[in-house]
């Protein structure tokens, strides 16, 4: 499985962006999809995620009701919508996919090693 990230980008505080992570290859085996983020110093940190099929979300407290994970499995691609932009939203975003665990966990799903396919990130700047 490989996973592209894009759109990133500069906004200005309350500003939105919208990140993709489109899947190639193997696609078919992946059974969830997560966001992380990395600011400059800082350690990388939970997005969000979902489940590749069905409707299991979870957020990270600090973006809950301004981000929305969605996906279009058409697309075979997963989207990040981030609304009401903040200067600490500021970093590195990554995609990454899990193709092992079978059911959605949403604990789990917030774990980095939980995940064993990584993007390159796209990066978001917020100024204020």
């Known amino acids: 499985v490989q996973l592209q990230a894009s759109g990133g980008g500069s906004v200005q505080a309350g500003g939105s962006l919208r990140l993709s992570c489109a899947a190639s290859?193997?696609?078919?085996?992946?059974?969830?999809v997560g966001w992380f983020r990395q600011a400059p110093g800082k350690e990388r940190e939970f997005v969000a995620a979902?489940?590749?099929?069905?409707?299991?979300?979870t957020y990270a407290d600090s973006v809950k009701n301004r981000f929305t994970i969605s996906r279009d499995n058409a697309k075979n691609t997963v989207y990040l919508q981030m609304n009401n932009l903040r200067p600490e939203d500021t970093a590195n975003y990554y995609c990454?996919?899990?193709?092992?665990?079978?059911?959605?966990?949403?604990?789990?799903?917030?774990?980095?090693?939980?995940?064993?396919?990584w993007g390159q990130g796209t990066e978001v700047t917020v100024s204020s």
């Open positions: 979902t489940s590749w099929r069905g409707g299991s979300t």
């Open positions: 990454a996919a899990d193709n092992e665990r079978t059911t959605f966990h949403p604990t789990i799903a917030t774990y980095g090693i939980a995940y064993d396919y």
């Open positions: 290859g193997h696609t078919s085996t992946i059974r969830s």
